[in-house]
């Protein structure tokens, strides 16, 4: 317990230093705002301009959020049709690979030119990115599941969904909430880098609108809200984990009679 | 390929499915229509020149309501045969017969239980010993109803039995491996199986533990009757809980003894040390001494 609470004591102090080193140095070498913004002038300008902030952050986080739900939902259903059968997994492989290798923030100039600017190139972005690592994990998931604990339901003489629906899934669920840690904050990238190209809201777009002001603050309070949610939903998405997925994570805690 | 699938048509026009339910000549009256019938069947792992021919042309019958129990050296496919019966893997050629229909068409309720405990490691313990309810009728038509109350005293009173209660909320992995074990084999007998392949079910159990099993074991098919298959490297066990032992040579397995076990039932441990219980251990012994491999090197012949 002590060990705990002395690390998580170590990581806060970490992450304060960070900000104080920053702002000294800044201070120190007398580096101009314009350059790079100490943190104290980046919470002010977050302070002060949070009323026009927020309904940017607001738009970003619904668009990363709906891509992000259906992107998983999407990733899902094709790693379970992926990973019920070994041919399937063995054939589908090699093209998720070259999918899930290709950048996908290269799709968004594509997305524009299809679906025009704004809401919609945005979230096809988000899905685009998430989809890959859900697939890919759950496929895996499923692919490596113990034959020995399909066999117990076999004898049963469970239906095929049976087994996905009481062994391969559950069996997968660690592989799947990785991939999640990791979707949502692909997804982020994907949402912003569409508001940045193609979109008139968003933290991407007032990102883009300061910096061509050169109001440098502002550009960096965008970036700290995107860090916040980002955060804030891998923190999410852990919490989950560790309530679905503790039987993975297990301790070492053997019961004898 | 086509020729095997052509032979099979042939076969199940042939003979109706009711040509297998004969009544069987055997020595014990208790034996009715054969539950299992094995016909010549041959089963090689892998293919090719790497192949493992587990079983040769075997064939074996075991009625309805029988307790057979298999036994032989190591890598004999006495596990095998469990599988085939299981429907978890198909005879290379020859047939596999569960209720007189060919495996997996059969409607008998089978528990297995097998060598290793096998558990689900997200679900707790009672919810492993629920799996089967929630997957077979009729018992599955109920589940949404009786889930938290019905069943889940049906687990906990098995539990008991094994000596598991209170560890029902536990999971697995928090269990020794005998537990987890006896855990394993409440799972194989909750919705109450007419057929039970045991898979050296008490293998990893200390001996007292492991007579305390036999009894409960012996309880249950003397009040419920269910066909019990077992295999056991263990003669004592063999000869205290079947009516018939089939010993098995040594790879690839068939059958060279088919023992009927006369004791009466019910059976005591301390018969077990009577002269005709450790005679007949003996035979079976030096039976499967002499068909092992000679390749490894017997306890009584390096004496």
Redesign the interface.
């Known amino acids: 317990m002590m060990a705990i609470l002395r690390q998580k004591a170590a990581s806060i102090a970490l992450i304060l230093g960070f900000f104080v080193f920053w702002e000294l140095a800044c201070l120190l070498l007398g580096v101009s705002d314009i350059i790079l913004p100490r943190p104290s002038q980046v919470f002010y300008t977050l302070f002060t301009r949070w009323s026009a902030i927020m309904p940017h952050a607001g738009q970003t986080l619904y668009t990363t959020l709906v891509g992000f739900a259906i992107g998983v939902a999407i990733g899902i259903f094709l790693g379970a049709l992926i990973g019920s059968s070994k041919i399937a997994y063995d054939t589908a492989y090699p093209l998720l690979v070259g999918f899930s290798s290709t950048p996908k923030i290269a799709v968004v100039p594509i997305f524009v030119l299809w679906f025009g600017a704004g809401t919609v190139p945005a979230i096809l972005t988000s899905i685009a990115i998430s989809i890959f690592p859900v697939v890919v994990n759950v496929a895996t998931g499923l692919a490596t599941t113990e034959p020995e604990l399909e066999d117990v339901l076999r004898t049963l003489k469970a239906k095929k969904l049976d087994i996905l629906w009481n062994v391969g899934l559950p069996r997968a669920m660690p592989y799947f909430f990785a991939s999640l840690k990791v979707a949502v904050t692909l997804a982020f990238v994907g949402t912003v880098l569409a508001e940045t190209v193609a979109s008139n809201r968003g933290i991407g777009n007032m990102m883009m609108i300061a910096s061509s002001t050169f109001n440098v603050p502002l550009v960096f309070a965008g970036l700290f809200v995107l860090a916040t949610l980002g955060i804030c939903l891998y923190v999410g998405f852990s919490l989950a984990e560790r309530h679905f997925t503790g039987w993975a994570n297990r301790k070492s805690e053997i019961v004898t009679v | 390929m086509l020729r095997e699938w052509a032979l099979r048509r042939e076969r199940e026009q042939a003979t109706p499915v009711g040509a297998f339910a004969t009544p069987q000549r055997h020595s014990d009256p208790s034996v009715r229509d054969p539950m299992i019938q094995f016909e010549s069947v041959t089963l090689a792992y892998g293919r090719g020149e790497s192949a493992v021919q587990a079983l040769d042309k075997t064939s074996i019958k075991i009625g309805e309501g029988d307790f057979v129990a298999l036994v032989g050296p190591s890598g004999c496919g006495k596990s095998t045969i469990l599988k085939l019966i299981?429907?978890?893997i198909s005879a290379t050629t020859g047939y596999v017969f569960v209720a007189g229909r060919e495996v997996?068409a059969q409607d008998v309720r089978?528990?297995?239980a097998?060598q290793?405990p096998?558990l689900?490691?997200?679900?707790t313990v009672r919810q492993n010993v629920m799996?089967?309810l929630?997957?077979?009728q009729p018992f599955r038509a109920d589940w949404a109803r009786k889930r938290k109350t019905d069943y889940r005293d049906r687990a906990e009173a098995l539990l008991r039995q094994v000596?598991l209660s209170g560890?029902g909320d536990?999971?697995p992995?928090?269990?020794?491996g005998g537990?987890q074990q006896r855990a394993s084999l409440c799972?194989a007998l909750i919705?109450d199986p007419t057929l039970l392949?045991l898979d050296e079910p008490f293998g990893a159990l200390d001996q007292f533990t492991r007579e305390e099993l036999w009894a409960v074991l012996q309880e249950l098919w003397l009040t419920r009757k269910p066909t019990v298959i077992l295999v056991t490297h263990d003669l004592r066990e063999s000869a205290f809980l079947a009516n018939r032992i089939v010993v098995m040579s040594a790879r690839p397995g068939r059958v060279i003894k088919d023992e009927t076990v006369p004791f009466e039932r019910p059976r005591t441990i301390a018969m077990t040390y009577d002269a005709g219980f450790v005679a007949l251990n003996q035979r079976l012994r030096s039976l499967i001494v002499e068909v092992r491999t000679g390749s490894e090197v017997t306890l009584g012949a390096a004496a």
């Open positions: 299981g429907g978890l997996g089978i528990g297995m097998f290793n096998t689900l490691p997200w679900l799996l089967p929630k997957i077979v000596g560890f536990k999971h992995w928090q269990l020794s537990m799972r919705h392949l």
